[in-house]
């Protein structure tokens, strides 16, 4: 197999030549069809997230098929085409993960930071948190939702049932989950950064009510927003643009720090909170609703051996949408 190493923190991906994987009890190993690129990829790479693992191949929002089964894997079979997210495995008895909160789970291993992802063309997981994904839809038009998708849509029930909802940062996860919220009937109301008037067209193009700057008040109060940028400066911004009782979600792994704000923009019971991994539960609601809402995907492809190139541009915001690696 060959795949994209991260050999140390802040370095470039390296094209390594690597022997062949077998999966163990309870694995799958997948061939990798498409490997979508997140940002926390980026968070990855620039060592932002806490205890990491390298030599780590990056990348968690796998779409790949079946070629190798270890003893013990149950409801899987040879060829099938799965999804593979960022939760990569949980121990099952810690308190969190017995009340139903594995995303929360003590000792977790997450894809593409704590045990090898799909920059790469091929990749071993545990079976039990692999999603079939059946045949509907292109490899790489599926990738990001895997997390982009997930993360939104596990937003988007923490955000609760409101019907004007704010996506502060318009990339892979908001643009997915604009039409998600439209598909419900919600308004959308997408805050760019200042002056990014093509990425607010591009908003407007996808059914959002309303498109601006994050500097800029909405024409209405929200009942929720949902933080996807990693800037902690939107966290007051947003709390000032919700109505009472509103809930502000940061939807983000990582965010610079957020700013001293006033209490009064936090009183009348509005609410701030944070979203953390996924369930296995969250990806099979999510991607059973996929078909019937009709999602379209917006991605930029990238040969494997481009990743550095798609983390660059994923750092410039040079596209809209999720950017893929095909190996
Ligand atoms: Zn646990
Ligand atoms: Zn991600």
């Not at 040879?78 to 308190?95: D, S």
């Not at 996929?290 to 917006?298: D, E, L, R, Y």
Request: glycine letters at 12%; a negative charge; proline letters at 8%.
């Amino acid at each position: 197999m060959q795949a994209m190493v991260l050999n140390a923190l802040h370095t470039p991906l390296a094209w390594t030549e690597l022997p062949d994987r077998d999966p163990g009890p309870g694995q799958i190993r997948v061939k990798v069809a498409a490997c979508g690129v997140c940002r926390t990829d980026l968070h990855v790479v620039d060592g932002e997230l806490p205890h990491p693992l390298v030599p780590i191949i990056p990348g968690h929002e796998i779409v790949g098929r079946i070629d190798a089964m270890g003893p013990g894997v149950a409801d899987l079979k040879l060829g099938q085409r799965v999804g593979i997210p960022w939760l990569g495995h949980t121990c099952g008895v810690c308190p969190y993960c017995r009340m139903q909160r594995e995303n929360l789970c003590d000792h977790p291993l997450f894809t593409g930071f704590t045990r090898d992802g799909g920059f790469a063309t091929s990749t071993v997981a545990d079976a039990r948190f692999a999603f079939p994904l059946g045949e509907d839809g292109s490899d790489e038009s599926l990738a990001p939702l895997l997390c982009a998708g997930l993360i939104g849509w596990r937003s988007l029930t923490i955000a609760g049932e409101g019907k004007n909802l704010g996506l502060y940062g318009f990339g892979a996860a908001a643009h997915i989950l604009a039409q998600v919220a439209h598909c419900q009937g919600r308004s959308v109301f997408a805050f760019t950064r200042p002056g990014d008037h093509p990425t607010q067209e591009y908003a407007r193009s996808l059914g959002v009510s309303w498109a601006g700057g994050s500097d800029e008040m909405p024409p209405q109060p929200l009942d929720a927003a949902i933080i996807f940028a990693t800037v902690g400066d939107l966290v007051p911004l947003a709390l000032k643009a919700v109505r009472k009782g509103g809930r502000v979600v940061c939807a983000g792994i990582h965010m610079s720090d957020i700013p001293g704000l006033p209490y009064r923009i936090l009183w009348e019971e509005r609410e701030l909170l944070s979203v953390a991994n996924l369930t296995r539960q969250d990806g099979l609601d999510f991607l059973s609703q996929v078909p019937k809402m009709g999602i379209v995907t917006k991605t930029t492809r990238y040969p494997l051996q481009q990743a550095n190139q798609a983390l660059a541009d994923l750092r410039a915001g040079l596209f809209e949408g999720a950017a893929v690696l095909v190996p």
